[in-house]
Nanobody
């Protein structure tokens, strides 16, 4: 199942963007990863099934917030504030049936198509 992700675009440094993604109905925990040109996909943020626990990669702590839709547990958001040039990447959402969080890429069963975020100076 491919997830539907949206919200990427071009923004100036210091600006904000919100990404969103919807997974299958039986989705448990969900995460966001990003990939820089020529690099491996890397972890950004994760949220558990109920939305009560989150975890972030160090460079985005305090700037990015992952959350779930209160009504639809299969929809996840990534609010990105104070964006920096080094945040420019393709962002991917991921979902798994387990309710527990993981930062390991291969633990996820479903992936979105990727949405490009470009931060300009």
């Amino acid at each position: 199942v491919q997830l539907q992700a949206s919200g990427g675009g071009l923004v100036q440094a210091g600006g904000s963007l919100r990404l969103s993604c919807t997974g299958p109905q039986d989705t448990g925990s969900m995460g966001w990863f990003r990939q820089f040109p020529g690099k491996e996909r890397e972890f950004v943020a994760v949220i558990n099934w109920s939305g009560t626990n989150t975890y972030y990669e160090d460079s985005v702590k305090g700037r990015f917030t992952i959350s779930k839709d209160n009504a639809a547990k299969n929809t996840v958001y990534l609010q990105m504030n104070n964006l920096k040039l080094e945040d420019s990447a393709v962002y991917y959402c991921a979902a798994r049936s387990s309710p527990f969080m993981t930062i390991i890429l291969t633990d996820y069963e479903h992936w979105g198509q990727g949405t490009l975020v470009t931060v300009s100076s």
